[in-house]
């Protein structure tokens, strides 16, 4: 029997957010198979992975590659433990990998090369079967490789918010948004003025007596941004109520850079990162969000005006990465107010005890760079060599370690452990616990601890979420036995 595709895009989640409105897909949206025909069974969800024009504002329209016809993709809602298949139609002229960032999943369908998932071919079509898990933010991704190519993998506009939900949703708020942090037109430059180094106020408990002060290699920068696919100021508002409670996913999926942003006027209480609620929530004036990271806020509209949501630095926040957010009534222009410097700390949504048993190993990670001098790219090393090491980081399975990571670079990185959760356990010395995510920035010369329990069998990736570090060393394989 037929069934007639039950694609729900715009559903009430977003109805009443005018801005960048996601298209959404709910649960068991199905292709349709054309009468007459053998059905092969439809899928729960169709990934179409193509050319797509992005208009951030009336005069700047680029083209990229995305999901569906849009960038963002969709955001796909899954229940979690529901056993779902996903059809990939891949209709560019390059191999792809849809990776499902956050999720505990087999190898075979996270979507990696290095972990031997399969590729979707160049004009081909795969389909996955996964059980959605956990519970929260997650995303699926392009996974493949870039290099010097700055218009394949991350740098395109295959990218898109997955949601997974339980059962019992209490669904305390008035509007849930879904909001991603975007750059675009990326390109080369010898002169990178970091403005993701939110982080040197650290101790810099791992910055070298001597530093290699040859020259850096080419990073990848950009001057074009976007929250969704609107430019700050273009597309609709995001339109409040006074009294109503916001719940809003952040996603930053820039393949080079981290960002801190605030709402001016308000506080946003932090209540899950990288989807997974967090024992001590906070409200903050302005929060940070590594390259690949989520942050789900709850905002309280307690005072009305016409406000920026954006970017703290003004030059990307000027060039794009904002949202305007209108409470009714109102007529002004939008209004900024720069939050207060306040370092980003982890450990202050955290714990004072684990509910998990103390590692029974550490592994130490040290990361280097080579810099690459004048028109090369930097080389990045995990304990003295780039990928792919000689053999896999071994694990047993069943046991619980620590992870030790030494960022011996001026660069804060955002590292990434496919198919694993982890609980922070040390931020630049300060202890904390219940933190989980799978994703963390290490500070600038920082040192951060992480506890694991290997319960994923077979290879994991392990990798800084920056393109072009992942790319040029920045990454090693887990394997457990
Ligand atoms: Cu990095």
Same mark, same amino acid.
Request: proline fraction near 7%; hydrophobic fraction near 40%; glycine fraction near 8%.
């Given at each position: 029997?037929?069934?007639?595709?039950?694609?729900?895009?715009?559903?009430?989640?977003?109805?009443?957010?005018?801005?960048?409105?996601?298209?959404?897909?709910?649960?068991?949206?199905?292709?349709?198979?054309?009468?007459?025909?053998?059905?092969?069974?439809?899928?729960?969800?169709?990934?179409?992975?193509?050319?797509?024009?992005?208009?951030?504002?009336?005069?700047?329209?680029?083209?990229?590659?995305?999901?569906?016809?849009?960038?963002?993709?969709?955001?796909?809602?899954?229940?979690?433990?529901?056993?779902?298949?996903?059809?990939?139609?891949?209709?560019?002229?390059?191999?792809?990998?849809?990776?499902?960032?956050? +999720?505990?999943?087999?190898?075979?369908?996270?979507?990696?090369?290095?972990?031997?998932?399969?590729?979707? %071919?160049?004009?081909?079509?795969?389909?996955?079967?996964?059980?959605?898990? %956990?519970?929260?933010?997650?995303?699926?991704?392009?996974?493949? +490789?870039? +290099?010097?190519?700055?218009?394949?993998?991350?740098?395109?506009?295959?990218?898109?918010?997955?949601? *997974?939900?339980?059962?019992?949703?209490?669904?305390?708020?008035?509007?849930?948004?879904?909001?991603?942090?975007?750059?675009?037109?990326?390109?080369?430059?010898?002169?990178?003025?970091?403005?993701?180094?939110?982080?040197?106020?650290?101790?810099?408990?791992?910055? %070298?007596?001597?530093?290699?002060?040859?020259?850096?290699?080419?990073? *990848?920068?950009?001057?074009?941004?976007? =929250?969704?696919?609107?430019?700050?100021?273009?597309?609709?508002?995001?339109?409040?109520?006074?009294?109503?409670?916001?719940?809003?996913?952040?996603?930053?999926?820039?393949?080079?850079?981290?960002?801190?942003?605030?709402? #001016?006027?308000?506080?946003?209480?932090?209540?899950?990162?990288?989807?997974?609620?967090?024992?001590?929530?906070? #409200?903050?004036?302005?929060?940070?969000?590594?390259?690949?990271?989520?942050?789900?806020?709850?905002?309280? +509209?307690?005072?009305?005006? =016409?406000?920026?949501?954006?970017?703290?630095?003004?030059?990307?926040?000027?060039?794009?990465?904002?949202?305007?957010?209108?409470?009714?009534?109102?007529?002004?222009?939008?209004?900024? =107010?720069?939050?207060?410097?306040?370092?980003?700390?982890?450990?202050?949504?955290?714990?004072?005890?684990?509910?998990?048993?103390?590692?029974?190993?550490?592994?130490?990670?040290?990361?280097?760079?080579?810099?690459?001098?004048?028109?090369?790219?930097?080389?990045?090393?995990?304990? /003295?060599?780039?990928?792919?090491?000689?053999?896999?980081?071994?694990?047993?399975?069943?046991?619980?370690?620590?992870?030790?990571?030494?960022?011996?670079?001026?660069?804060?990185?955002?590292?990434?452990?496919?198919?694993?959760?982890?609980?922070? #356990?040390?931020?630049?010395?300060?202890?904390?616990?219940?933190?989980?995510?799978?994703?963390?920035? *290490?500070?600038?010369?920082?040192?951060? #601890?992480?506890?694991?329990?290997?319960?994923?069998? /077979?290879?994991?990736?392990?990798?800084?979420? =920056?393109?072009?570090?992942?790319?040029?060393?920045?990454?090693?394989?887990?394997?457990?036995?």
């Amino acid at each position: 029997m037929n069934r007639r595709s039950l694609l729900k895009l715009g559903s009430m989640a977003l109805a009443q957010a005018g801005v960048a409105r996601l298209p959404i897909f709910a649960d068991a949206v199905s292709q349709q198979a054309p009468t007459g025909q053998t059905p092969e069974a439809a899928a729960d969800y169709m990934i179409r992975i193509a050319p797509v024009a992005v208009e951030l504002d009336r005069s700047h329209i680029l083209s990229t590659i995305g999901y569906n016809g849009t960038s963002p993709g969709p955001v796909l809602r899954m229940r979690a433990g529901k056993r779902v298949s996903v059809e990939v139609i891949n209709d560019t002229d390059t191999p792809e990998l849809v990776h499902w960032h956050g +999720m505990l999943i087999p190898a075979e369908v996270d979507g990696t090369q290095e972990e031997d998932s399969p590729f979707v %071919p160049a004009r081909g079509r795969r389909r996955f079967e996964l059980t959605p898990g %956990p519970v929260g933010s997650r995303w699926y991704h392009s996974h493949a +490789m870039a +290099m010097d190519d700055l218009r394949k993998g991350a740098y395109t506009g295959q990218f898109g918010f997955v949601y *997974v939900d339980d059962a019992n949703h209490p669904g305390q708020y008035d509007q849930e948004l879904f909001l991603t942090l975007r750059d675009w037109e990326p390109f080369f430059t010898a002169t990178m003025d970091d403005e993701d180094d939110d982080t040197h106020h650290g101790p810099l408990l791992e910055k %070298p007596a001597t530093l290699n002060t040859d020259p850096d290699g080419l990073e *990848v920068s950009s001057t074009t941004y976007s =929250i969704n696919d609107k430019a700050l100021g273009a597309g609709e508002p995001l339109r409040v109520r006074e009294g109503q409670r916001l719940l809003i996913h952040f996603l930053n999926a820039s393949a080079i850079e981290n960002r801190r942003v605030a709402l #001016a006027g308000h506080k946003m209480k932090v209540i899950a990162l990288d989807g997974n609620p967090v024992p001590t929530p906070q #409200a903050l004036d302005s929060i940070f969000i590594g390259a690949g990271e989520r942050v789900d806020v709850i905002v309280e +509209m307690n005072h009305p005006g =016409i406000w920026i949501l954006g970017s703290t630095e003004r030059p990307i926040r000027e060039s794009g990465l904002g949202v305007v957010v209108e409470y009714s009534g109102q007529h002004r222009q939008p209004q900024w =107010i720069d939050p207060p410097k306040v370092p980003w700390d982890y450990t202050v949504f955290g714990a004072a005890t684990s509910d998990l048993p103390t590692p029974q190993q550490t592994i130490e990670l040290m990361f280097e760079k080579i810099p690459g001098g004048a028109g090369k790219f930097n080389l990045w090393l995990i304990n /003295g060599k780039p990928y792919p090491h000689e053999r896999e980081f071994a694990l047993e399975r069943g046991t619980r370690y620590r992870l030790v990571m030494r960022n011996r670079t001026d660069d804060a990185h955002p590292m990434h452990l496919h198919r694993h959760l982890w609980e922070l #356990a040390e931020i630049n010395g300060k202890k904390t616990a219940g933190v989980f995510k799978d994703t963390v920035v *290490v500070p600038y010369y920082g040192r951060v #601890a992480v506890d694991f329990t290997a319960d994923q069998p /077979g290879l994991a990736l392990f990798h800084c979420h =920056i393109q072009q570090h992942m790319d040029y060393g920045f990454k090693a394989l887990f394997r457990c036995a």
